[in-house]
């Protein structure tokens, strides 16, 4: 088990984070430090993953080695945003499955609209681990869980960069069983559903758009 909210505070995590939020820092140091960031989260993400062990022969002897041997690893990536931390995360567990799911804003409802769900098969057998760098309101990722669970994911955990309390506090309520894992808790969301201080519009700053 891992707790219900890790907050890494590595100093690597924490001074890559520094450097991310900055305004003038460019879109390729943004994207550069955003998949360096994305592989130490994902070290903190899988942490605790069942292992076995393999019996190896090293130059020197035999020994019984230990090796992952629990449920296999799928990632989830909430689209757009969510990509850039996928990348970061696929490189460590270059086997685990891939789903996307993508989710617009209903501006008179404010409530998530889905567009595009492709989820792996065989979620039940899988620890599944969704991304998206920023959990402001919450309102994607409660979304694309419940997807996640309706195709049968039971072990699900949430890796963000920046989370929101509003966010932690919506997800917690809707999922206590999901694990969140995020670089820093902000201070609050304003009032345009920002995360405040933040680092602005992940989506806008990975791929240079605006
Ligand atoms: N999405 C972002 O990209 N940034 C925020 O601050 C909130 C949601």
């Given at each position: 088990m891992i707790p219900q909210l890790t907050v890494v505070d590595h100093p690597l995590v924490q001074h890559k984070l520094t450097l991310m939020r900055e305004k003038h820092a460019s879109t390729a140091t943004f994207r550069r430090l955003l998949r360096e960031i994305s592989l130490l989260l994902a070290y903190e993400v899988t942490r605790?993953?069942?292992m076995t062990?393999?019996?190896?022969e090293t130059p020197l002897c035999e020994m019984?080695?230990?090796?992952l041997g629990g449920k296999k690893l799928a990632l989830v990536s909430i689209l757009r945003a969510g990509n850039?931390?996928?990348?970061?995360?696929?490189?460590?567990v270059p086997s685990a499955r891939v789903g996307f799911v993508g989710l617009y804003r209903d501006e008179a409802t404010l409530t998530?609209?889905?567009y595009y769900c492709k989820l792996p098969q065989g979620l039940e057998e899988r620890l599944t681990i969704l991304v998206d760098p920023m959990l402001a309101t919450g309102n994607s990722s409660v979304a694309a869980v419940d997807l996640m669970k309706a195709k049968g994911a039971r072990d699900i955990r949430f890796l963000c960069l920046l989370a929101a309390p509003e966010?932690?506090?919506?997800?917690q309520e809707a999922h206590p069983d999901v694990p969140i894992v995020t670089a820093a808790l902000d201070d609050h969301l304003n009032e345009h559903g920002y995360i405040v201080p933040g680092l602005g519009d992940a989506g806008d700053r990975m791929f240079g758009t605006k």
């Open positions: 605790g993953l069942e062990t393999k019996r190896i019984e080695a230990p090796i850039g931390l996928l990348d970061g995360v696929l490189e460590l998530p609209v889905e966010g932690v506090a919506r997800m």
